[in-house]
């Protein structure tokens, strides 16, 4: 690419259910990007099994959904987020089945064939719909199909946005975002583009940790982007670990989904005891933090690589129709789920914490949104219920698209922006120093600011990551870029919010336990932990009505 600037009314980044929902609610009068950092498919949600909550039952509540969103929460989700995201959840499943998406159905009583709900660990009620085991797939594919026949939306896979582009950055003001410089990976070229409005939908950074349950994509590279255009992120040390990611060599971050519990599923010790009513009365229902600590705990007490799931005690005809993506993966590697329990551990899995928004999406930099994993609303709190994620992506992406469509063609649109200056580095000879970094980040970060926490380990994972700040950064201002180094640099910047955040957080709650600090702090309720970057510009908004709009 030359210099040139190609211009849009809304950019997208990311190409989750998140950012494939705002690009199908937008305007097909409106010019649309869709940026993907690999192939469009190739994201978090593709591989989200277990389904989406929504009161869809008469024996059901929003109050009770409410209720049990805040409890999981822990003290921290925002009540009225809680209740905004479910008093919209049945109008977006409607929508997802008008797009296409086929649920599961089961007949009821009467012989009508009505949505099957599920039920997950921290529900109240059978509220959980569903694909099979394979919802995410399911949702994802139908609605990059519909995308992909839309005149007005531009897919551009294969580009790695590297920064945005501010006012500010280049002398301007008032101080808004303005567009997005973007690594086109096949070209190995950086395009400027430009948009009224600009999208982070590019989910959350479990790749910061060793073992995690998601694609090599989630790097937390909007979060990074967001702090560093001066956007304050709030709830980094709350990390989910899913409790049952499929314990094999050539598994590689196969969860094992929650409605395996939900369907009677038993965690049980090597001896074939069951553990998780010494934990918690609600057993393998329990929320998943306290599920992934228990396991956590007989792991190291007894020395041992996992513990079992076992559903075998259910029907076999039930277990292949309920779970026939996970049975046939199973059985591919050597696992009869219908005939024997499967090894278990957790996974790092959801970033409950991010770029902090409101309702709209709309962040501290007028022009920029960010919506799904990337951001925090306030809904997740302390811990997210389970397939509340899901739901989280499209019910902001409806309110999202709303506000922009709102502020009509305002404001005018950057055609010309500065290109990206590679005029003072070099290609590198020394890549083995970004895969040695990123193999170290990702280590320390298990050891030392996982599942279990202490002030003595957290003091080692921060002074690791001050020596590694300084190495990529001097790196990356010396070589050219690439996406391994965007990714490592995007890492490094989440690691140091998450050890910085756990650092803040004098208690245990929810997803943080500390063993310096085991109990919570009532005194804390309603807290979170808000991180201020020194790059913020003075005076800018807090997240509220009316300022994305500049």
């Given at each position: 690419m030359s210099g040139e600037t190609t211009s849009y009314d809304v950019l997208i980044i990311g190409s989750g259910v998140a950012g494939l929902s705002l690009a199908l609610r937008l305007p097909k009068s409106i010019r649309i990007a869709l940026l993907s950092k690999g192939a469009l498919l190739e994201g978090s949600s593709l591989y989200a099994q277990g389904g989406i909550a929504a009161v869809l039952d008469d024996g059901d509540s929003i109050d009770a959904h409410v209720q049990d969103t805040?409890?999981?929460g822990a003290g921290l989700s925002d009540p009225a987020v809680a209740r905004f995201v479910a008093e919209r959840a049945a109008e977006n499943i409607r929508w997802l089945i008008g797009m296409g998406v086929a649920f599961s159905t089961a007949a009821d009583g009467?012989?009508?064939?009505t949505l099957h709900l599920t039920r997950e660990g921290g529900h109240s009620h059978r509220r959980i719909v569903h694909a099979a085991d394979a919802t995410g797939e399911a949702v994802e594919t139908t609605l990059a199909?519909?995308?992909r026949r839309r005149g007005n939306v531009e897919i551009l896979e294969y580009h790695a946005a590297i920064d945005l582009i501010t006012a500010s950055r280049l002398g301007r003001t008032p101080e808004r975002c303005l567009g997005v410089y973007a690594l086109d990976r096949d070209s190995g070229r950086v395009r400027t583009?430009?948009?009224r409005h600009v999208v982070l939908a590019t989910g959350g950074a479990s790749k910061v940790y060793l073992y995690t349950s998601n694609p090599d994509s989630a790097?937390?590279?909007g979060i990074a982007m967001a702090w560093r255009a001066g956007c304050r992120v709030a709830n980094m040390e709350f990390n989910q670990f899913h409790p049952t990611c499929l314990y094999h060599p050539e598994a590689k971050s196969f969860l094992i989904s929650e409605a395996v519990r939900g369907e009677g599923g038993l965690l049980l010790l090597p001896d074939g005891r069951r553990f998780m009513p010494d934990f918690d009365p609600r057993a393998e229902l329990a929320p998943r933090d306290i599920v992934a600590r228990a396991i956590d705990h007989e792991m190291k007490r007894l020395g041992i690589d996992h513990v079992l799931l076992d559903i075998s005690h259910r029907p076999a005809e039930f277990i292949v129709s309920h779970f026939p993506t996970i049975y046939r993966r199973c059985l591919e590697l050597g696992f009869d789920m219908t005939r024997e329990p499967l090894p278990v551990v957790p996974a790092a899995h959801y970033t409950c914490g991010g770029v902090l928004t409101d309702l709209h999406g709309c962040t501290d930099l007028a022009g920029l949104y960010a919506i799904g994993e990337v951001a925090c609303t306030g809904l997740h709190g302390a811990n997210r219920l389970a397939s509340n994620s899901l739901l989280e992506c499209l019910v902001f992406a409806q309110s999202a698209a709303a506000y922009i469509v709102a502020q009509g063609s305002a404001p005018p649109l950057s055609t010309t922006l500065p290109p990206w200056d590679e005029s003072r580095v070099t290609d590198s000879d020394e890549q083995v120093v970004v895969s040695h970094n990123w193999e170290e980040l990702r280590r320390f970060m298990w050891d030392y600011v996982g599942i279990?926490?202490?002030?003595?380990?957290l003091q080692r994972a921060k002074r690791r990551i001050d020596l590694l700040q300084n190495e990529i950064q001097e790196y990356y201002g010396n070589f050219r870029i690439t996406c391994d180094l965007l990714e490592l640099r995007n890492l490094a910047t989440v690691a140091e919010l998450i050890i910085d955040s756990a650092l803040a957080r004098r208690e245990s709650r929810g997803l943080h336990y500390t063993l310096d600090h085991p109990e919570r702090?009532?005194?804390l309720?309603?807290?979170?932990?808000?991180?201020v970057p020194r790059a913020r510009v003075p005076g800018s908004p807090s997240p509220g009505p009316g300022d994305c709009s500049g």
């Amino acid at each position: 690419m030359s210099g040139e600037t190609t211009s849009y009314d809304v950019l997208i980044i990311g190409s989750g259910v998140a950012g494939l929902s705002l690009a199908l609610r937008l305007p097909k009068s409106i010019r649309i990007a869709l940026l993907s950092k690999g192939a469009l498919l190739e994201g978090s949600s593709l591989y989200a099994q277990g389904g989406i909550a929504a009161v869809l039952d008469d024996g059901d509540s929003i109050d009770a959904h409410v209720q049990d969103t805040l409890v999981a929460g822990a003290g921290l989700s925002d009540p009225a987020v809680a209740r905004f995201v479910a008093e919209r959840a049945a109008e977006n499943i409607r929508w997802l089945i008008g797009m296409g998406v086929a649920f599961s159905t089961a007949a009821d009583g009467n012989g009508t064939e009505t949505l099957h709900l599920t039920r997950e660990g921290g529900h109240s009620h059978r509220r959980i719909v569903h694909a099979a085991d394979a919802t995410g797939e399911a949702v994802e594919t139908t609605l990059a199909d519909l995308v992909r026949r839309r005149g007005n939306v531009e897919i551009l896979e294969y580009h790695a946005a590297i920064d945005l582009i501010t006012a500010s950055r280049l002398g301007r003001t008032p101080e808004r975002c303005l567009g997005v410089y973007a690594l086109d990976r096949d070209s190995g070229r950086v395009r400027t583009l430009a948009a009224r409005h600009v999208v982070l939908a590019t989910g959350g950074a479990s790749k910061v940790y060793l073992y995690t349950s998601n694609p090599d994509s989630a790097t937390g590279d909007g979060i990074a982007m967001a702090w560093r255009a001066g956007c304050r992120v709030a709830n980094m040390e709350f990390n989910q670990f899913h409790p049952t990611c499929l314990y094999h060599p050539e598994a590689k971050s196969f969860l094992i989904s929650e409605a395996v519990r939900g369907e009677g599923g038993l965690l049980l010790l090597p001896d074939g005891r069951r553990f998780m009513p010494d934990f918690d009365p609600r057993a393998e229902l329990a929320p998943r933090d306290i599920v992934a600590r228990a396991i956590d705990h007989e792991m190291k007490r007894l020395g041992i690589d996992h513990v079992l799931l076992d559903i075998s005690h259910r029907p076999a005809e039930f277990i292949v129709s309920h779970f026939p993506t996970i049975y046939r993966r199973c059985l591919e590697l050597g696992f009869d789920m219908t005939r024997e329990p499967l090894p278990v551990v957790p996974a790092a899995h959801y970033t409950c914490g991010g770029v902090l928004t409101d309702l709209h999406g709309c962040t501290d930099l007028a022009g920029l949104y960010a919506i799904g994993e990337v951001a925090c609303t306030g809904l997740h709190g302390a811990n997210r219920l389970a397939s509340n994620s899901l739901l989280e992506c499209l019910v902001f992406a409806q309110s999202a698209a709303a506000y922009i469509v709102a502020q009509g063609s305002a404001p005018p649109l950057s055609t010309t922006l500065p290109p990206w200056d590679e005029s003072r580095v070099t290609d590198s000879d020394e890549q083995v120093v970004v895969s040695h970094n990123w193999e170290e980040l990702r280590r320390f970060m298990w050891d030392y600011v996982g599942i279990v926490r202490t002030n003595k380990r957290l003091q080692r994972a921060k002074r690791r990551i001050d020596l590694l700040q300084n190495e990529i950064q001097e790196y990356y201002g010396n070589f050219r870029i690439t996406c391994d180094l965007l990714e490592l640099r995007n890492l490094a910047t989440v690691a140091e919010l998450i050890i910085d955040s756990a650092l803040a957080r004098r208690e245990s709650r929810g997803l943080h336990y500390t063993l310096d600090h085991p109990e919570r702090d009532p005194a804390l309720d309603g807290k979170p932990t808000i991180l201020v970057p020194r790059a913020r510009v003075p005076g800018s908004p807090s997240p509220g009505p009316g300022d994305c709009s500049g």
